[in-house]
């Protein structure tokens, strides 16, 4: 929700880290021993790739893009694939 008890729509890496955050929160979780190299090394090991994926390019809504090109990593994170690595 956003002001006023309204709905509104968001993107970008103020949606992300919160996302990333969550899976990071899950993980540690489920295994409170694992240290922030390995919580990074297990997002990025069970991430999901889509590298032929083609996204409208912020700020230019006519304009495809590949979305592995607006990102570091090029990948999505994936809670369900990452709790059950740690299984």
Do not use: C, H, W
């Amino acid at each position: 929700t956003i002001p006023n008890n309204e709905y509104g729509s968001a993107s970008g890496t103020s949606m992300a880290a919160p996302a990333a955050a969550g899976v990071a929160a899950l993980a540690l979780s489920y295994d409170s021993n694992l240290d922030a190299e390995a919580v990074r090394s297990l997002m990025l090991d069970t991430s999901r790739r889509y590298p032929k994926l083609k996204v409208n390019l912020p700020g230019a809504p006519d304009t495809q893009v590949l979305f592995s090109s607006l990102t570091t990593t090029g990948t999505i994170v994936d809670a369900l694939e990452a709790v059950k690595s740690l299984k």
